[in-house]
């Protein structure tokens, strides 16, 4: 059975740090790109950064970028979203999803990721 399960969030102040995991089981989780994206109360889902299989290939959205790092270890079949300098725009339910596409594909449009977690909640607040 397919599954991806987030874990990692919770609540911090800003310009704090959190990292967030994505333990991937059920495939070959490296044939897969895997993303991670947010939704806000009221807010689209939006994505927020991905990794190829190749993970060499990596993508960010303009608003994360210099603040979030994205890496994966093959051996624990998870991959990881480092979060620092956190605001409270930031503050939303987090989902890694999974996309079985090339070995360099990244893309941050929810509608091309075909299985997803549960989410995790972040919020930013003093």
């Known amino acids: 059975q397919l599954q991806l399960v987030e874990s990692g969030g919770g609540l911090v102040q800003p310009g704090g740090s959190l990292r967030l995991s994505c333990a991937i089981s059920?495939?070959?989780?490296?044939?897969?790109?895997i993303g991670w994206f947010r939704q806000a109360p009221g807010k689209e889902r939006e994505g927020v950064s991905c990794i190829a299989s190749s993970g060499g290939f990596t993508s960010y959205a303009g608003s994360v970028k210099g603040r979030f790092t994205i890496s994966k270890d093959n051996a624990k079949n998870t991959v990881y979203l480092q979060m620092n300098s956190l605001k409270p725009e930031d503050t939303a339910v987090y989902y890694c999803?999974?996309?079985?596409?090339?070995?360099?594909?990244?893309?941050?449009?929810?509608?091309?990721?075909?299985?997803w977690g549960q989410g995790t909640q972040v919020t930013v607040s003093s």
């Open positions: 059920g495939f070959t989780y490296n044939t897969y790109t």
């Open positions: 999803a999974a996309a079985l596409r090339g070995n360099y594909y990244t893309s941050l449009t929810s509608t091309n990721y075909n299985y």
